[in-house]
């Protein structure tokens, strides 16, 4: 069963979550469509359905997943909220700053 | 924030002396990071910068333009990273064709009676001047 999202975890659970690249396929996945269990293993292959379940658990506590019901099936789908968080905690800190930075100082240079 | 300091750097096509505004002057500031920044770029002076309805909080501890900045950095409402409670270090190094820009964010304990749950094991210079910055500053937006 995955536990939803505990936003006491905040940032360090969200990189924790993003540090492992199956995690970073899974998330791919998901925010291109609704997917079950079965389904992202199939994607991913040579991963065991307990291997994807324990992903999905670590991705929800980070709150960057979330399940919907279609009947009977459970369905894994991104966290808009989640994704939200990540990029303003990304933005507001490195490396994509420091990119940000680089774009920012050279394209004002000689104005 | 990982007791273990966050470190990175990257080359600019700029000397240091415009690549330090970027970290001194609000409206250079929200060009590359926020939407909206008041500075006070001395020691003790005021750095706060809002992302949407987030707040970053700290102040300016070590000011050497255009060589080196030392601020303290937290989040308005976070229990992982309060306002004070980490450090970050930048240093603009000239070098061939720009200025390299590094940055060392670590996370600070403080004496405060916010404690970052992994800052414990992590005392700097850097982390005891924070405490000095309590002193009071203005809210102007222009740092100079």
Not at chain 1, 27 to 46: A, Q, T, Y
Request: glycine share 8%; hydrophobic share 35%; aromatic share 6%.
């Amino acid at each position: 069963m995955v536990r939803g999202y505990d936003p006491s975890m905040g940032s360090e659970a969200v990189l924790r979550a993003l540090a492992e690249p199956r995690r970073q396929a899974i998330l791919r996945l998901v925010r291109d469509k609704p997917h079950s269990v079965n389904e992202i293993g199939e994607h991913l292959g040579d991963i065991s359905q307990q291997a994807v379940s324990q992903h999905l658990q670590v991705l929800a506590e980070a709150g960057l997943v979330d399940v919907q019901r279609d009947g009977k099936r459970r369905l894994y789908v991104v966290n808009p909220k989640g994704l939200d968080a990540l990029e303003r905690f990304l933005a507001s800190l490195w490396p994509s700053g420091l990119r940000k930075l680089k774009r920012a100082v050279e394209s004002h240079r000689g104005r | 924030m990982a007791a273990e300091p966050y470190r990175d750097s990257i080359h600019l096509e700029a000397e240091p002396e415009v690549v330090f505004e970027y970290f001194t002057r609000p409206d250079a500031l929200v060009r590359w990071m926020g939407d909206r920044a008041v500075l006070n770029p001395r020691p003790g002076g005021e750095f706060t910068l809002w992302f949407d309805e987030r707040c970053v909080q700290g102040r300016y501890v070590e000011v050497d333009r255009p060589r080196r900045l030392v601020i303290t950095w937290g989040r308005r409402g976070s229990r992982e990273m309060p306002p004070f409670s980490s450090t970050l270090e930048v240093t603009f190094t000239p070098e061939a064709g720009g200025t390299r820009v590094s940055i060392v964010h670590r996370a600070c304990p403080t004496t405060r009676r916010h404690v970052t749950r992994s800052g414990g094991s992590t005392i700097s210079a850097a982390c005891r001047c924070s405490v000095r910055a309590a002193s009071p500053s203005r809210t102007s937006p222009r740092p100079r």
